[in-house]
């Protein structure tokens, strides 16, 4: 299984960008696909996550409202638009997947994902 994750780059505060995920040799059509990001000298965190049962979308307090993901589990893509850039919106941002349907309160921990993508880097300029 492999996720490729794109879409990455250097923008201005205020822009927007859209990442996107593609994952290749399984679907999880009855799982979960998310995007964690990691700052320099900070800890992995939580961004988004779409969940394929309901179609259910959760997001970290940081994003929401600026930040929209979504996906095709046919296409077993997903994608993250993100308006209203920050600064401290910069980082690697990683794409993750697992086909565990993941009750909500495991959807923010990175061990519950079994499949990462390489990452892709998003920088905010101020």
């Known amino acids: 299984v492999q996720l490729q994750a794109s879409g990455g780059g250097l923008v201005q505060v205020g822009a927007s960008l859209r990442l996107s995920c593609a994952a290749s040799g399984r679907a999880f059509s009855n799982g979960v696909m998310g995007w964690f990001r990691q700052a320099p000298g900070k800890e992995r965190e939580f961004v988004a996550a779409?969940?394929?049962?309901?179609?259910?979308?959760h997001y970290a307090d940081s994003v929401k409202g600026r930040f929209t993901i979504s996906g095709d589990n046919a296409k077993e893509s997903v994608s993250l638009q993100m308006n209203s850039l920050k600064p401290e919106d910069s980082a690697i941002y990683y794409c993750?997947?697992?086909?565990?349907?993941?009750?909500?309160?495991?959807?923010?921990?990175?061990?519950?994902?079994?499949?990462w993508g390489r990452g892709t880097l998003v920088t905010v300029s101020s």
């Open positions: 779409i969940r394929w049962s309901g179609r259910s979308t």
């Open positions: 993750a997947a697992t086909n565990s349907r993941l009750i909500i309160s495991r959807l923010r921990d990175g061990i519950a994902y079994d499949y």
